[in-house]
């Protein structure tokens, strides 16, 4: 007996959306995503649009408290906070004050809806009078003495409500200073997500405008890591981990695909991915000049995220994305 060649035809099971349907092996959710938001002080529902960041703005509390509100009603799980403080000095007065602008929001936010999960970006750049993620002295950014105002600062983050604190400084230990602030001081159920694996990345450029948070001086790349490196991602992973971090992120994460994929087989702990602003003004930017689809390239890439081994998503696109989603 003999059988013609069987060809493989992978087209068998493209031919319906049903069936492509059965046999798709990623799943983008709702439930994945974190929605970045900026507060920035002032009365009223004052909204500042972000010029590099077409669809996003600066909100005051009460206008992040309506913001909050619709994206709950989205299904969306979580808000990541960062602070615009009323002024800035040289010891990041406000990233730890107890009226400081985010801890007057994540109260507010917590009051409204105790559902939505309140993440907390921990850094002091935006704080500082000189725009860089620590303590400077002269041209240098010293690590040591960093790590208590950065202790201090998620500790001011938790004891105002918040659910997860995730330090995005990028100092040596600073996990460790974190925990161990937090658990002396009654916060020992409040996690902590590490931006374990972050670049010196030139797609952080349109978030600069957003959260005011330029360097006036040099970059950052003594503390950032080199965008060329893959093996020292894993020593920061594994360092982090060792140091307690309950779960860990990598950014950006277009130009760091690879990244993600080798984190998330290196490690059992949740993995975040931050699609940066750089990555979403080039995504508006093309659409605004009907270059790109935008919903099309929007789902493509946040499900290429997920496929690369995130299990979370921070995406300025997160409420059109749900939106989509819901639709379909
Ligand atoms: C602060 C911080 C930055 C981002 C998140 N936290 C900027 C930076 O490190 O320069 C970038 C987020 C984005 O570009 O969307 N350390
Ligand atoms: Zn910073």
Redesign the pocket.
Known sequence: MEYPLSLHRSRRLRGTPTLRGMVRETALSISDFID?LFVITGAGRDRRPISTMPGVAQLTVEALREEAGRIAALGIPAVML?GLPESKDEKASGAYADDGIIQLAVRALKADNPDLLVFT?V????YMSHGH?GIVEGDRILNDPSLDLLARTAVSHAAAGADVVAP???MDGRVAAIRHALDSQGFSDTPLLS?AV?Y??A??????E??D???AFGD?RTY?MDPANRREAFKELEQDIAEGADMVMV??ALPYLDIIRDVRERTHLPVAA???????AMVKAAAANGWLDERASVLEILTSIKRAGADII?T?HAKDAARWLAER
């Open positions: 970045p960062f970006d850094c002091l750049c935006e993620c995005s400084d990028m931006y972050k010196a990345s797609m952080y450029g349109p978030f600069r957003a959260a948070s330029a360097p950052r950032q950014k950006p931050y699609n940066v602003s750089g990555e979403y921070l300025y």
